[in-house]
């Protein structure tokens, strides 16, 4: 399939309002196997790489009860966020819980969606665009909609203020996940893996659309290059948490191929000293060559959020 960086409207999917995707279609996902490292002692950085292992032992709560997480794990990862990032504000917009043996169960969250399974035959992504990135922070400045987490928090009221929308996107902005392993034991199957994104290029990712019944949203996937360096802390536990970085409106690779859209944004970033390397960290779950079904299913948990930064 060719690449893209802008939607072509070929390849996508539907998704329902719990949270479960339909078949791909104009995309044919094939299994490879590629060498992980281990990313534990290792220098990494958002900026550098996209992605980086914290210490975060906190209050644990029941992570299947939709309400627990809204009222509480959302205001303890907006803090981390701004306390890893130097972020002056975040908001928490979204998250998912996945389970491979609690997705085939037809398990749900406690007033929530349904439980998904680890992104193994999904493939190697990125959760935003360039389109898609500005676009869902707008989207956060409306009421929310039927597939909106925050629905339950915010009702009708826009997350963000509509008056500040077009002032926060001139300045510095990302989207960033907090995963972490909510089981008791450490993460030994279906690990996360991440891609180092020095390692990667726009030549690599294909536009994916996701179909929701009252909006379309867009994703990347990536074509397997032997460039690419991947990533993954072994037996994560539940008192750490990864920061993974979805977008960021400094990307070098995007702020110089796509300098009309930042204009567009109201930004400048013509000085070099304002970009930085990583744009993003392409991700997805994997499979080690030593696991077995001996060993439990991971439990994840991914939070969905965007910092904004004061210039």
């Known amino acids: 399939m060719p690449t893209s960086i802008v939607s072509t409207g070929t390849v996508g999917t539907y998704r329902d309002g719990r949270g479960s995707d339909e078949e791909f279609f104009g995309v044919d996902p094939q299994p490879t196997e590629v060498q992980v490292g281990n990313g534990r002692g290792l220098q990494l950085s958002l900026d550098e790489h996209g992605f980086r292992l914290v210490d975060h032992t906190w209050r644990h709560i029941d992570y299947y009860d939709d309400q627990a997480v809204l009222s509480h794990y ?91 929308t077009e002032t926060l996107l001139k300045g510095r902005w990302q989207f960033i996940n907090v995963w972490r392993n909510i089981a008791p034991e450490p993460v030994q199957r279906f690990p996360l893996g991440l891609c180092d994104a020095s390692s990667t290029d726009v030549n690599d ?77 392409l991700h997805s779950a994997f499979e080690e060559t030593a696991s077995t079904n001996e060993v439990p299913d991971r439990e994840s948990l991914e939070v969905r959020i965007v910092a904004f930064f004061q210039e």
């Open 74 to 164: 959302y205001p303890e990862c907006e803090s981390l966020v701004c306390q890893e990032t130097g972020a002056s504000w975040a908001l928490a917009f979204d998250h998912n819980i996945r389970s491979r043996s609690r997705k085939a169960a037809g398990e749900a969250l406690n007033g929530g969606n349904a439980v998904q399974e680890p992104l193994l035959s999904y493939g190697v992504h990125n959760d935003y665009t360039a389109n898609s990135a500005p676009t869902r922070i707008r989207q956060l400045a409306q009421p929310p909609r039927h597939n909106d987490t925050i629905r339950q928090l915010y009702g009708s009221t826009p997350p963000i203020s509509p008056e500040r």
């Open 205 to 281: 990712l294909v536009v994916f659309e996701i179909r929701y019944s009252d909006r379309v949203g867009e994703n990347y996937f990536a074509r397997h290059s032997k460039r690419h360096r991947w990533f993954y802390f072994p037996e994560a536990t539940r008192d750490e948490a990864v920061l993974l970085k979805c977008w960021d409106s400094r990307g070098k690779d995007f702020v110089d191929l796509m300098p009309g859209q930042q204009q567009d944004q109201g930004q400048s970033v013509s000085d070099s000293n304002l970009r930085v390397p990583a744009t993003f960290s």
